[in-house]
């Protein structure tokens, strides 16, 4: 029987969610399938991949054959590599004290690089966001400029209207008075 290393999506529309399992290549892309060797969210950024590395190595040495995608999620979480040291280790190139050292200097060295990126990432994400509440900032501070500069004009317009007003309607009251004392 020939066995696939594969993605079956779960998930909802727009949404995709993996499980990474070990299937046999004639069943359906969602069906049946052999053992769940991990899970794969590419919603997330980075991409979160949670895989048992021990059961998908030992699926890789019992003759199973990734597909691509799930060949580049197994080597990005080292399963391709622990799968080449251990042939290394019955070959006897190395042992397995050498090969376990490598395994876990590379594990650390993706760990950092993860990290880096996950850092630059939210480093990103307050940048922009800073950046947003400061222009949000001066829109707000022009728009009540902008009022305080209308409701100056506004009250410097209706002065020199009140006087003009009152001035023409003192000559008028003047004028009554004289017309009253003429009478």
Known sequence: ???????????????????????????????????????YNPNTNPATIDLNLDTTVQWLHNGAQPTDTAKAILSYKGALLKHHLDGGVR??????????????????????????????LSNADAEARAKALAAEKKVNDDRVAAAKKAEADAIAAEAPAESEEAATEEPTATEENNEETQA
């Open 91 to 120: 070959k006897g190139a190395l042992t397995q004290e050498q090969a376990d050292a490598k395994l876990a200097a590379w594990m650390e060295e993706k760990a950092t690089k993860v990290d880096a990126k996950k850092e630059g």
């Open 1 to 39: 029987m020939p066995v696939k290393i594969r993605l079956q999506r779960h998930g909802k529309k727009g949404k995709p969610f993996y499980w990474v399992v070990a299937a046999d290549s004639r069943s359906k892309r969602d069906g049946k399938f052999l053992e769940k060797l991990g899970t």
